[in-house]
Nanobody, 124 residues
Framework: QLQASGGGLVQPGGSLTLSCTVS????????VGWFRQAPGKEREGVSC????????HYDDSVKDRFTISRDTSKNTVYLQMNNLRPEDTAIYYC???????????????????WGAGTLVTVSS
């Protein structure tokens, strides 16, 4: 089970950190990641992390602004989002796939396990 939190309203240029608390499995093999869906758009992979080898993948739109990380002791995955833009406004979901350890593959397929989303709104 995945539980995302940390969304909210932030001004352009601001920062937010999303958290995804994982239960039912440990962060030592599967790929986990963050996806988002903006109004009228398809869900897209934002950033994914392989907990097997720590290889990360970022969508080009968030490179150098977002950072994905994990705290194994808390079984939690984070998404640090800096320099936020209005186009980052979306519902953000954390997801994982116990049968997938590739961060790139997870971000480009449909994971098997999803958490409820958390809304991020970037607006002045």
């Amino acid at each position: 089970q995945l539980q995302a939190s940390g969304g909210g309203l932030v001004q352009p240029g601001g920062s937010l950190t999303l958290s995804c608390t994982v239960s039912g499995f440990t962060l030592n093999r599967p790929a986990v990641g963050w996806f988002r869906q903006a109004p009228g758009k398809e869900r897209e992979g934002v950033s994914c992390l392989s907990t097997l080898n720590d290889i990360v993948h970022y969508d080009d739109s968030v490179k150098d602004r977002f950072t994905i990380s994990r705290d194994t002791s808390k079984n939690t995955v984070y998404l640090q989002m800096n320099n936020l833009r209005p186009e980052d406004t979306a519902i953000y979901y954390c997801a994982a796939d116990l049968g997938q350890s590739s961060s790139y593959a997870l971000c480009h397929t449909r994971p098997s396990t999803w958490g409820a989303g958390t809304l991020v709104t970037v607006s002045s």
